[in-house]
């Protein structure tokens, strides 16, 4: 399983971004994949989580932080999965992972996911 990110960088608060995770080794719309962040001096925090699309119905889940501003989407044909940042804040700057495991219940486990990228940073600054 390889995860890649992209997309990340330096936007005005305000602004938007948007990330993209390209999988390989594996089905992706048949996991669940999602999104982690970390800021410094802080701990990693669950972003989003978009579920496979078997039993877990594809289904989307948002941190409280993030909802509302962030939405998560995938594209089957591409093997990929995307988070569309809007309204970006300066506490949104932090390392970006895209993730992935069978179904979104890791987002929310204290181990989290079996399978990590290796980040993205996003800076939100003025």
């Known amino acids: 399983f390889t995860l890649v990110e992209s997309g990340g960088g330096l936007v005005q608060p305000g602004g938007s971004l948007r990330l993209s995770c390209a999988a390989s080794?594996?089905?992706?719309?048949?996991?669940?994949i999602g999104w982690f962040r970390q800021a410094p001096g802080k701990e990693r925090e669950a972003v989003s989580c978009?579920?496979?699309?078997?039993?877990?119905?594809?289904?989307?889940w948002y941190a409280d932080s993030v909802k509302g501003r962030f939405t998560i989407s995938r594209d089957k044909f591409k093997n990929a999965a995307y988070l569309q940042m809007n309204e970006l804040k300066p506490e949104d700057t932090a390392i970006y992972y895209c993730?992935?495991?069978?179904?979104?219940?890791?987002?929310?486990?204290?181990?989290?996911?079996?399978?990590w990228g290796q980040g993205t940073q996003v800076t939100v600054a003025s």
């Open positions: 993730a992935s495991d069978p179904d979104c219940t890791s987002w929310y486990a204290p181990l989290g996911p079996d399978y």
């Open positions: 080794g594996f089905t992706s719309d048949l996991y669940a």
């Open positions: 978009i579920n496979n699309v078997s039993d877990g119905d594809g289904s989307t």
